[in-house]
């Protein structure tokens, strides 16, 4: 009974975690495409929030990808090439690398007889689907040697997906076509269709991930003990706090080989940290939720009234109030600043945006299990928010209509309306492919 509580909890820290990653992706997605160039810049508080937050979704989306797959792949050991995990592997990366393909094609455009230079982009999904196959050749070098334990091999992988980019970059890639030198990195120059995850870094957010996935798959009882995710937490805090001089330390190592000079990507680092200290945060709740479910009904229950809500509302209202009085009584139209980047209109948007969640907090009800199904279909999410958000494939999107048009309310309000959405396609998910096997004829599906 005890393992299968174990099981049971560390699947649910993985899902939980892929559930985070597919909402933040969401959420920043549409921000991004939505949000008025006037709203964006140091001189904004909360713009400089989410920005931080916006740049870790990719790290984590990364991370928590090479995490799952790992943990699935080396839970159950057979022959390498009899093995269904690897078999499922090497589908999976086709799938991702195809529709990356079909995603980036505009049907519109062929239509037309044109060409769309994004097919020759290296699309996230691709670039996920290549660095799941590079697990997959790590695993198989481990099968064969069996020198190291597994997640140190790819612990080290990961190290030099991030420490190669110098030295992949360095490679002259003039005399070969423009869709193989997006598969490796970021190009220089000034033209339209380049890619934005490249191989290098970004295999190494997903080695690491496996690294975790790799290490809890086979040491289930050290997840929810109290020392895992406080190791998790030092590495986040370490990772954040001197990357450049951890780098240093093994960077003459590497130069040995021939190797560029790589202090300086500790950004990198600290990103991968930051995915650490959220892997933490969900464990220690799992751990202690219990307890932290007795402290709510009996020590916070203050928390469960309208007391918060109201409370933000009033003082939201209040702080706009005197906003406008005061720029009433100058007759100016400067911004009052609370400090140097956050000014008091914005700081009482904030608070009666923050009315608006907890009230909505209190009249829609938690369905635990359906925010864990978002997790389990983060694909399907992924794909039809690419068609409906950027025109993929089909070449009609929401970015013809509202790119870079929303004031913040209106790009936070349809953000969450764009995540709802969502909520509801995989709350309906069964029905849906069950009209999918009614409508079109079986021959047809295959």
Not at 45 to 60: E, K, V
Not at 70 to 85: A, D, G, N
Not at 108 to 122: M, Q, V
Not at 215 to 238: C, D, E, G
């Amino acid at each position: 009974m005890a393992a299968q509580k174990v099981t049971h909890n560390r699947l649910v820290f993985i899902d939980i975690a892929r559930s985070i990653a597919i909402l933040m992706m969401l959420e920043g997605h549409f921000i991004v495409m939505a949000l008025s160039e006037s709203y964006r810049g140091n001189e904004y508080f909360f713009y400089d929030i989410w920005r931080f937050t916006r740049g870790l979704t990719a790290p984590l989306f990364f991370t928590v990808s090479g995490l799952v797959f790992t943990y699935l792949l080396v839970r159950k050991e057979e022959p390498f090439f009899k093995s269904m995990r690897v078999k499922k592997g090497v589908s999976r990366t086709v799938k991702l690398i195809l529709w990356g393909y079909a995603l980036q094609l505009n049907l519109l455009y062929i239509i037309k007889g044109e060409f769309s230079g994004y097919f020759y982009i290296f699309h996230v999904l691709q670039s996920i689907g290549l660095s799941l196959f590079v697990v997959i050749l790590l695993y198989g070098v481990y099968r064969l040697l069996k020198v190291v334990p597994f997640f140190l091999i790819l612990a080290l992988g990961g190290l030099l997906g991030f420490a190669l980019k110098p030295t992949i970059y360095s490679i002259d890639f003039s005399g070969v076509h423009p869709m193989i030198e997006n598969i490796f990195v970021v190009t220089s120059e000034d033209r339209s269709f380049k890619s934005i995850f490249a191989l290098f870094p970004w295999v190494g957010f997903t080695l690491l991930g496996g690294m975790i996935g790799a290490f809890v798959s086979k040491r289930p009882q050290h997840v929810y003990t109290n020392w895992f995710p406080l190791t998790l937490t030092i590495l986040a805090i370490l990772l954040n706090t001197i990357p450049d001089v951890l780098l240093s330390l093994v960077q003459p190592f590497f130069r040995m080989f021939g190797m560029e000079p790589f202090v300086g990507l500790g950004y990198l680092l600290a990103r991968f940290g930051q995915a650490l200290f959220v892997f933490a945060i969900i464990i220690i709740v799992g751990k202690h939720k219990r307890y932290l479910r007795l402290l709510y009904y009996r020590k916070l229950s203050f928390l469960r009234s309208w007391l918060l809500p109201i409370g933000s509302f009033i003082i939201g209202i209040s702080l706009l109030v005197i906003h406008f009085y005061q720029i009433g009584a100058s007759s100016s139209a400067e911004k009052i600043m609370v400090f140097s980047t956050l000014s008091l209109s914005a700081l009482g948007q904030f608070f009666l945006f923050l009315g608006v969640v907890l009230t909505s907090a209190k009249l829609i009800k938690w369905n635990y299990n359906l925010f864990i199904k978002i997790g389990q279909n983060t694909l399907s999410i992924y794909i039809i928010h690419v068609m409906i958000l950027y025109a993929g494939l089909f070449g009609f999107g929401l970015n013809k209509i509202i790119s870079r048009a929303l004031d913040p309310w209106y790009a936070i309000v349809c953000a969450i309306a764009f995540m709802l959405f969502f909520t509801y396609f995989v709350k309906h998910m069964e029905d849906i492919k069950e009209f999918y096997k009614r409508a079109i004829p079986r021959k047809w599906r295959k």
